[in-house]
């Protein structure tokens, strides 16, 4: 090949894909060797990859490759013949193996690296596997146009040789079936989400024209009892046929004009619902394209396990279960620098040499598990060893030297409390430092991505058994889960992955402390901030004698965020902010809800460095309350719950425009949360919804003592004897069908159950 196309950038690309690929066969292949060399199924996978290599540098003319991959060839053949793989084998292939992906990805992008300043590295590896058992037959180099032996070949006793076993992955052979695997780019597929998105919010804007023909038909039906009362009217008073008959023609017209209405309205809330379903497939589709299974991120581990424990002198491999559980990209590419550090950790502090591990019964070889799974939409990843842990009096003491603790309170701590100084920055139990350990900068770094993305870290030591680390994470960070408040008449929403609780605080519960404001939560006082003055925002005062507050924070950086109202839990796509803004203070990006209401996410950790930074300049509000006069006034307030869009907007529509003040929810898992939160005068639920249905809110809404008087409604489209009289056994105060509802109904059910919307 000449220069030229040595330099061509897509075949050295297609290369480089290549050697990474088949590196990772021969990786895992090689440490399953070293553990058991009568894995044949693995021998015959790595010999495979090496002949695939080797293939691929023929073709893009890189001749040190070809060299090392055929010297690695044939030493795996030898194996194959049946020689047994030693370490110093093992060593040498590995050893081989990373220069393999060095050719692939060369030093300063330079193509010709493996034929001038690396090929004495080639031959340096190429001479270390010919001096080996094994390693004679690859003195010879073979040159690039002198056919190859195929991978495939019977080794000298065909005896010895196991058949191919087609479960092995990434062995590339012909005929397998293969997943089909298109390389996008991450600009593209953050794109393709964020359109996919807005397709969906878009797809809920059909909504309103349904509403608007749904209210053409409810003046064509007045129309026609007008027609109605006039054509009884004028045949009392004796008017002529003709005017009889054409006030019966517009009738028929009009008639005529609702029955078409009324298709057409049923047309478009088929479209509108296929529509909605059609474009929410295509956001979960595209979503799914952003998961990987988290085997793509633990390649090197293993490997990195391996030789590290031997450069410490130690025997040590990593178990992998769970490596197929999906993930973000985004989490997954924030995973590697943590997960790596725990597993150097766990070598050097956890597992004990093997002379210490023999005199304890333990096997040579230390054992370090790492697990994977889905839990209640979290990643759950535990990392463990069978060392000997932490040595808790030792920590204990390490923690009084640095003046962490004093003695007596270090004597009280627990062995769990103990444990989270190993994540403060710059603790360390070695008095020594190493290359791998002693400067106490990284279990607080892994502490830090953790909170960067939202999950949590937990340290545990069994009796006997060593350190273990429990990190749960967001599966993406393209959605999140959150709760939406109320500031300034604009929403807001919460990550309630940074939620500690949302409550409602009475008036009379509120502590005043010098400037501050203050309440006691799970045994300790809270501070109270007004979001309105943190976001600098016209605080409006707050009704009632509940104040609705959202609790977050951690350890001793906990406030009680007051905001005007509770507007519920919501999955929200996160939209992040166009670069041009900047970083802006306190919100960490957008969002839209379903009906298109625009949300701004609050950045959690930034609005707690700012209500510290009001706490230290002495500059916090109190909590304004509404004169005795308007809180005595105050609208009665109505919750709405029902999983459609329609009905909700509908409903909530209806009650407002006589005065009351509305919420909605969109479920009853949902109506219960704002139900906890904040206080109503009535709740007007559907019975089928998603989560939890109507039937079981009524009933935990009778349940509980504090709800136990609060009138309920249940408006729904079952209207048989024993649907109503289910509703009414399980606690609701007025059951209403769907089926016969129409505006004056609804109201006066209302008006029946609380009264006017203000005293």
Same mark, same amino acid.
């Given at each position: 090949?000449? &220069?030229?196309?040595?330099?061509?950038?897509?075949?050295?690309?297609?290369?480089?894909?290549?050697?990474?690929?088949?590196?990772?066969?021969?990786?895992?292949g090689?440490?399953?060797?070293?553990?058991?060399?009568?894995?044949?199924?693995?021998?015959?996978?790595?010999?495979?990859?090496?002949?695939?290599?080797?293939?691929?540098?023929?073709?893009?003319?890189?001749?040190?490759?070809?060299?090392?991959?055929?010297?690695?060839?044939d030493? %795996?053949?030898?194996a194959?013949?049946?020689?047994?793989?030693?370490?110093?084998?093992?060593?040498?292939?590995?050893?081989?193996?990373?220069?393999?992906?060095?050719?692939?990805?060369?030093?300063?992008?330079?193509?010709?690296?493996?034929?001038?300043?690396?090929?004495?590295?080639?031959d340096?590896?190429?001479?270390?596997?010919?001096?080996? &058992?094994?390693?004679?037959?690859?003195?010879?180099?073979?040159?690039?146009? *002198?056919?190859?032996?195929?991978?495939?070949?019977?080794?000298?006793?065909?005896?010895?040789?196991?058949?191919?076993?087609?479960?092995?992955?990434?062995?590339?052979?012909?005929?397998?079936?293969?997943?089909?695997?298109?390389?996008?780019?991450?600009?593209?597929?953050? #794109?393709?989400?964020?359109?996919?998105?807005e397709?969906?919010?878009?797809?809920?804007?059909?909504? &309103?024209?349904?509403?608007?023909?749904?209210?053409?038909?409810?003046?064509?039906?007045?129309?026609?009892?007008?027609?109605?009362?006039?054509?009884?009217?004028?045949?009392?008073?004796?008017?002529?046929?003709?005017?009889?008959?054409?006030?019966s023609?517009?009738?028929?017209?009009?008639?005529?004009?609702?029955?078409?209405?009324?298709?057409? *309205?049923?047309?478009?809330?088929?479209?509108?619902?296929?529509?909605?379903?059609?474009?929410?497939?295509?956001?979960?589709?595209?979503?799914?394209?952003?998961?990987?299974?988290?085997?793509?991120?633990?390649?090197?581990?293993?490997?990195?396990?391996?030789?590290?424990a031997?450069?410490?002198?130690?025997?040590?491999?990593?178990?992998?279960?769970?490596?197929?559980?999906?993930?973000?990209?985004?989490?997954?590419?924030?995973?590697?620098?943590?997960?790596?550090?725990?597993?150097?950790?766990?070598?050097?502090?956890?597992?004990?040499?093997?002379?210490?591990?023999?005199?304890?019964?333990?096997?040579?070889?230390?054992?370090i598990?790492?697990?994977?799974?889905?839990?209640a939409?979290?990643?759950?990843?535990?990392?463990?060893?069978?060392?000997?842990?932490?040595?808790?009096?030792?920590?204990?003491?390490?923690?009084?030297?640095?003046?962490?603790?004093?003695?007596?309170?270090?004597?009280?701590?627990?062995?769990?409390?103990?444990?989270?100084?190993?994540l403060?920055?710059?603790?360390?139990?070695?008095?020594?430092v190493?290359?791998?350990?002693?400067?106490?900068?990284?279990?607080?770094?892994?502490?830090?991505?953790?909170?960067?993305?939202?999950?949590?870290?937990?340290?545990?030591?069994?009796?006997?058994?060593?350190? *273990?680390?429990?990190?749960?994470?967001?599966?993406?960070?393209s959605?999140v889960?959150?709760?939406?408040?109320?500031?300034?008449?604009?929403?807001?929403?919460?990550?309630?992955?940074?939620?500690?609780?949302?409550?409602?605080?009475?008036?009379?519960?509120v502590?005043?402390?010098?400037?501050?404001?203050?309440?006691?939560?799970?045994?300790?006082a809270?501070?109270?901030?007004?979001?309105?003055?943190?976001?600098?925002?016209?605080?409006?005062?707050?009704?009632?004698?509940?104040?609705?507050?959202?609790?977050?924070?951690?350890?001793?950086?906990?406030?009680?965020?007051?905001?005007?109202?509770?507007?519920?839990?919501?999955?929200?796509?996160?939209?992040?902010?166009?670069?041009?803004?900047?970083?802006?203070?306190?919100?960490?990006?957008?969002?839209?809800?379903?009906?298109?209401?625009?949300?701004?996410?609050?950045?959690?950790?930034?609005?707690?460095?700012?209500?510290?930074?009001?706490?230290?300049?002495?500059?916090?509000?109190?909590?304004?309350?509404?004169?005795?006069?308007?809180? #005595?006034?105050?609208?009665?307030?109505?919750?709405?719950?029902d999983?459609?869009?329609?009905?909700?907007?509908?409903?909530?529509?209806?009650l407002?425009?006589?005065?009351?003040?509305?919420?909605?929810?969109?479920?009853?898992?949902?109506?219960?949360?704002?139900?906890?939160?904040? &206080?109503?005068?009535?709740?007007?639920?559907?019975?089928?919804?998603?989560?939890?249905?109507?039937?079981?809110?009524?009933? %935990?809404?009778?349940?509980?003592?504090?709800? #136990? #008087? %609060?009138?309920?409604?249940?408006?729904s489209?079952?209207?048989r004897?024993?649907?109503?009289?289910?509703?009414?056994?399980?606690?609701?105060?007025?059951?209403?069908?769907?089926?016969?509802?129409?505006?004056?109904?609804?109201?006066?059910?209302?008006?029946?159950?609380?009264?006017?919307?203000?005293p």
């Amino acid at each position: 090949m000449n &220069p030229d196309q040595l330099r061509d950038a897509s075949l050295l690309e297609l290369f480089a894909l290549e050697a990474e690929s088949q590196a990772e066969v021969l990786n895992a292949g090689l440490l399953a060797l070293e553990r058991d060399p009568a894995a044949t199924s693995q021998l015959d996978a790595c010999m495979r990859a090496a002949h695939s290599i080797k293939g691929a540098a023929r073709i893009v003319g890189l001749d040190g490759g070809v060299h090392l991959a055929h010297a690695m060839e044939d030493c %795996l053949v030898a194996a194959q013949g049946g020689m047994a793989l030693s370490a110093a084998h093992i060593d040498a292939l590995l050893q081989g193996t990373d220069l393999l992906q060095r050719i692939g990805h060369p030093p300063d992008g330079d193509p010709a690296w493996a034929d001038r300043q690396g090929r004495a590295q080639i031959d340096a590896v190429v001479q270390r596997l010919q001096a080996l &058992p094994g390693g004679e037959g690859a003195a010879a180099t073979v040159a690039p146009g *002198q056919p190859e032996p195929s991978a495939g070949a019977e080794p000298a006793d065909p005896g010895t040789s196991a058949p191919p076993q087609p479960s092995v992955p990434a062995q590339g052979t012909a005929g397998e079936s293969h997943e089909r695997m298109l390389r996008v780019g991450a600009e593209s597929l953050d #794109q393709l989400l964020a359109m996919s998105g807005e397709a969906m919010v878009e797809s809920h804007w059909l909504r &309103p024209f349904g509403k608007a023909m749904l209210q053409a038909r409810r003046q064509q039906a007045r129309a026609l009892q007008a027609l109605d009362t006039l054509r009884d009217a004028l045949a009392g008073s004796g008017a002529d046929a003709s005017a009889m008959a054409a006030l019966s023609d517009a009738r028929q017209l009009l008639e005529d004009g609702a029955q078409h209405l009324s298709q057409r *309205q049923e047309e478009l809330d088929q479209y509108e619902h296929r529509t909605a379903r059609l474009a929410r497939r295509l956001y979960d589709t595209a979503l799914a394209c952003r998961m990987r299974p988290l085997s793509d991120g633990l390649a090197g581990y293993a490997r990195m396990v391996r030789d590290l424990a031997r450069s410490l002198g130690k025997a040590a491999h990593l178990e992998l279960v769970g490596a197929g559980t999906q993930v973000d990209r985004d989490i997954l590419e924030s995973l590697d620098a943590p997960l790596a550090h725990l597993l150097r950790n766990a070598v050097d502090h956890g597992i004990e040499p093997p002379d210490v591990r023999a005199a304890c019964g333990k096997p040579a070889e230390g054992r370090i598990l790492l697990q994977a799974r889905h839990n209640a939409g979290r990643l759950v990843i535990e990392i463990g060893d069978d060392g000997a842990g932490v040595d808790i009096e030792a920590l204990r003491q390490a923690i009084v030297r640095r003046h962490l603790a004093s003695e007596d309170t270090a004597a009280r701590l627990s062995q769990a409390e103990l444990l989270e100084f190993l994540l403060l920055p710059g603790f360390s139990m070695r008095e020594t430092v190493s290359e791998v350990s002693g400067r106490g900068v990284g279990l607080d770094a892994v502490q830090e991505m953790v909170r960067r993305v939202r999950g949590s870290l937990r340290l545990a030591q069994p009796p006997g058994g060593g350190l *273990q680390f429990h990190l749960e994470l967001p599966l993406t960070l393209s959605v999140v889960r959150a709760l939406l408040v109320e500031v300034a008449g604009e929403a807001y929403a919460f990550p309630l992955g940074h939620v500690l609780r949302a409550a409602t605080v009475a008036r009379q519960d509120v502590a005043q402390t010098e400037s501050h404001q203050h309440f006691h939560h799970a045994g300790r006082a809270v501070g109270l901030v007004s979001a309105a003055q943190v976001l600098q925002r016209p605080e409006r005062p707050l009704d009632g004698d509940e104040i609705p507050v959202v609790i977050v924070g951690e350890q001793d950086r906990v406030y009680g965020i007051a905001v005007d109202r509770m507007l519920g839990e919501r999955l929200l796509v996160v939209q992040p902010l166009a670069p041009a803004l900047g970083k802006i203070k306190d919100i960490a990006a957008g969002a839209l809800t379903d009906d298109g209401t625009p949300v701004l996410i609050f950045d959690v950790d930034d609005l707690l460095r700012s209500v510290e930074k009001l706490v230290s300049d002495g500059r916090i509000e109190h909590v304004r309350q509404a004169s005795t006069a308007a809180a #005595q006034a105050r609208r009665k307030r109505v919750l709405v719950v029902d999983d459609s869009l329609t009905v909700r907007e509908l409903e909530r529509k209806l009650l407002a425009g006589r005065g009351y003040d509305v919420a909605v929810a969109v479920d009853g898992m949902d109506g219960w949360n704002v139900l906890r939160a904040e &206080p109503f005068d009535l709740v007007i639920t559907d019975i089928d919804m998603p989560r939890m249905d109507g039937i079981e809110l009524v009933t %935990l809404i009778r349940k509980e003592p504090r709800l #136990q #008087q %609060l009138p309920v409604m249940v408006v729904s489209y079952k209207d048989r004897e024993q649907d109503r009289q289910r509703g009414l056994e399980a606690g609701a105060d007025y059951y209403l069908a769907k089926g016969s509802f129409h505006d004056a109904a609804l109201l006066d059910a209302v008006h029946d159950l609380i009264g006017e919307a203000s005293p």
